[in-house]
């Protein structure tokens, strides 16, 4: 190593601690010790037992949202695949276009009705039962 070396690496070294001395410096590295002391309160948090708990409950919760959609929309494919809404969007084209139609007709669509309201509670209790 040579005298000019040395006189180089020394004056670098001086100059990195006197950079580290610098005001600009001291506020990094104090925000680095601050946001490493809120990186161990949170990590410290997520072991607690509560926490974990919560975490926990969160996740379940998801999953019985997740499940309950699936189930209806199991529901809505066995609902529609019987005819039922079918049923009753003609149900309600005839209403339409029994407005001023005779009282026989009208005897005929309230049976209609009924046997179709009968139908989709009957299908009701049968999709309730098979939970």
Do not use: C, W, Y
């Not at 001395?21 to 680095?32: A, K, Q």
């Not at 809505?76 to 149900?91: H, R, S």
Request: proline residues 2%; glycine residues 4%.
């Amino acid at each position: 190593m040579k005298l000019k070396d040395i006189k180089e690496i020394s004056s670098d070294s001086v100059r990195i601690i006197t950079e580290f001395g610098s005001p600009g410096m001291t506020e990094s590295l104090n925000r680095m010790k601050e946001i490493a002391s809120v990186i161990q309160e949170t990590t410290k948090s997520f072991e607690d037992p509560q926490m974990v708990q919560n975490i926990e409950n969160m996740r379940k919760a998801f999953e019985a949202m997740k499940d309950a959609g699936d189930r209806m929309k199991n529901v809505f494919a066995e609902v529609k695949g019987t005819g039922v809404i079918d049923e009753a969007k003609d149900m309600a084209d005839s209403v339409k276009n029994m407005a001023g139609s005779n009282n026989q007709n009208l005897k005929e669509f309230i049976n209609t009705f009924k046997d179709t309201m009968r139908s989709v509670k009957s299908l009701a209790n049968e999709l309730r039962h098979s939970k």
